[in-house]
Every structure is written in C-alpha cells, then in structure tokens.
C-alpha cells in the first residue's frame, strides 16, 4: 500500500502515538513492522492494525476527531476526543506504554464477557476495564495471560522482544 498523505490532525496524533515508541527505542509506527496501516485509511481516517503472531489483537484508530484503542474483543477499549487528547497527553501516552510493555490478561465468559487486567513486572494489578455486551452468565470462565509486547528491560539502548 502506498503511503498516504494523511491531514494534519491525524499526524498530530500520531506524533503522540509515536512518543511512546520512542521512550522504547522502537520503529516509530510507520516504520515499526509489527504495525500495518489497514486498507480502509484514509487522508482523514487511520487504522493501523498489531500484526505480531500469537498475540492479541490490538488496533489503533486514528481520526480528525478521536484516538481509539481496540484490545482483543473490546472495541472502543479506549478512546480519546480532540479535547481529551489535548489536556490528557501524558495519561494517553503512560496507558499505551502500559499496553505495549505489561502483561496482559483476559478473562472471557462466554461470548458477552471480557475483562482486561494490566499486569506489571510484581504482578500487581495497574488497571482493568470490563466490556459486558448484553446478557452474560459468568459461566464457563477462562483466562488468557500475554507477556509483554515489547519488553523494555534496556540493554545496549534496545528494547527486547
């Protein structure tokens, strides 16, 4: 896919995005190849898609009006108006961090119940965030538990992997 000329408010956001790369030592995420910008982007529409293996899924929407963060089965896992994202950048960039170098655990029941823990390094529990949709029995429960994506123990000025 060719690259696009995206507007200045979707590079805006980006640039935030991209702070976070950066604190890592890591590609910025045009040039990161674990993320690959999806067919559907436009000039004012961003989605670039986690393409890693044998991890979860994870997609970050870009748009004139927002930053979404889609994680596993909850889309809108996070998400961040114009207004939001300009008095809560340190928040924004702090909670993708956390994403991309925590441990990441799910607890599925049934089809209509996630729940997302971040994990750090002590097992200690930083944050979690239930998506519910409709009617759900919390039956026949299951957890799945994913290193970190990026581990930043930082040796020779590297992040590993």
Sequence with gaps: MDMIAFNNDILHKVALVNRVFEKLKLSRLFENKDFQIDEMSSEFYLKLNFVKADYFRIEFIISSYDIQINVDRINEAFVWSNKQIETSQ??????????????????????????????????????TLKNVRGLYFKTKCQIKEYKPIYNWRQKRGQATF
Excluded: A
Aim: net charge negative.
């Design 90 to 127: 340190e928040e924004i960039v702090n909670l993708i961090e956390m994403i991309l170098t925590k441990t990441i655990k799910f607890e599925y029941c049934g089809s209509n119940f996630t729940k997302l823990y971040i994990i750090n390094d002590n097992g200690e529990c930083l944050k």
